[in-house]
């Protein structure tokens, strides 16, 4: 009805849920996965067993959905290990646990006491993976491989990457650990035997392809996941940065001429803080109204994205999800833009709001050595 000329889908549920084949079916132009190819992030089974298949360096792993035969393996296996829930859980079903115990109780919890309801159902066991992550994500038509700039987000809620997951509390690009050496390792051991593998399996894919990396001190990348989108909060620093529009490079994806684009990036750093809701990620706080968006985007370096808002009756912007915004600048380094993405955060209140004050920090301890 409104001639809408190309669809971007966000969100993962959409995909897995066969959103982009219901737009195909009517002939309409919608960038993204297809359901079968959205298998790669909505069934953390299937994308283990892809990446096993084809070679892709990824944690050692086993999938349960007997708690019995997952308790005893936790026993054999030991700990560190970390426990994921097969399906979606909005970036929550994942525990990294420290003690055997700890990883006996977060399997209960998800296969008995079904924390995430059918997404839990089936469980992956896999080691943990020690290093230093980042985002390495790229626009592809199935064929053609199109690096997008490189981010690090920070999942843990708190500061010094501690205590529960989150979706993510911050981010920033580029990543500097992700050296020219590793970008290219990635690229040939991880972006492209994925599009290799799944043509291979019959699978058509065009879309946003997301590896979740671990790189250890030696510059060893390893994928810890797939996503079939844009990461939230790695697309706030990264929109920032892309100077060409986006519709253009997602046209061309699925024109097929994605090989004619040529991406121009704004050089500086871009990085962005999350402020959230009291009681994220658990059970969030909601319809506080929140003041000083406007003054905290005063500098045009300065965007404030929503996330979790909704308008009151009033026309002010209220607290209605557990990430509520990402303030996000450029600045000539990660410490200058960290400076002044938490100068803007100042001019932002709510009842309850929180954000860790610490995004950024390994990147900014790397430029103090670099001095």
Not at 22 to 48: D, M
Not at 196 to 221: E, N, P, R, T, V
Not at 259 to 272: F, K
Request: hydrophobic letters at 40%; aromatic letters at 6%; a negative charge.
């Amino acid at each position: 009805d409104e001639n809408v000329s190309l669809t971007i889908v966000g969100p993962e549920q959409p995909l897995v849920a066969g959103l982009v084949d219901r737009f195909q079916a009517e002939g309409l132009a919608c960038f993204g996965p297809t359901a079968v190819a959205a298998q790669l992030e909505g069934s953390k089974a299937f994308s283990k067993s892809f990446m096993q298949r084809h070679n892709i360096p990824t944690a050692r792993h086993e999938v349960f959905t007997d708690i019995n035969a997952a308790t005893e393996h936790i026993r054999e296996r030991g700990a560190p290990c970390v426990i994921k829930a097969d399906g979606l859980a909005a970036g929550k079903g994942v525990v990294i646990a420290d003690t055997v115990e700890d990883a006996i109780a977060a399997a209960q919890d998800m296969l008995v006491d079904n924390r995430f309801g059918d997404a839990s159902s089936r469980i992956v066991v896999e080691d943990f993976l020690a290093g230093e992550e980042a985002s390495f994500i790229a626009i592809t038509d199935g064929t053609t491989l199109l690096s997008l700039a490189t981010s690090q987000d920070h999942k843990a809620r708190d500061e010094g990457d501690k205590g529960p997951n989150t979706g993510g509390m911050g981010a920033y690009s580029p990543a500097p650990v992700v050296t020219p050496a590793v970008h290219q390792y990635v690229v040939d051991h991880v972006m492209q035997p994925t599009l290799d593998g799944l043509a291979k399996d019959g699978i058509d894919y065009c879309g946003f392809l997301y590896a979740g990396l671990m790189i250890d001190h030696d510059g060893q990348a390893r994928v810890l996941e797939f996503n079939c989108r844009l990461g939230d909060p790695e697309t706030q620093p990264i929109m920032r940065r892309l100077r060409t529009p986006l519709s253009d490079v997602c046209s061309a994806a699925l024109d097929g001429t994605l090989t004619d684009i040529a991406v121009d990036w704004d050089p500086r750093t871009a990085l962005g803080v999350v402020l959230a809701a009291e009681g994220y990620p658990l059970s969030a706080r909601t319809a506080d109204p929140i003041n000083g968006i406007e003054a905290a985007q005063a500098s045009p370096q300065t965007t404030v994205f929503h996330a979790g808002t909704a308008t009151n009756s009033d026309g002010q912007s209220i607290v209605s999800g557990g990430r509520v915004l990402c303030v996000t600048t450029l600045g000539d380094s990660v410490s200058h833009a960290a400076e002044r993405a938490y100068a803007a955060t100042k001019s932002i209140s709510w009842p309850g709001m929180f954000y860790r004050r610490d995004i950024g920090y390994r990147a900014i301890e790397r430029e103090r050595r670099d001095d």
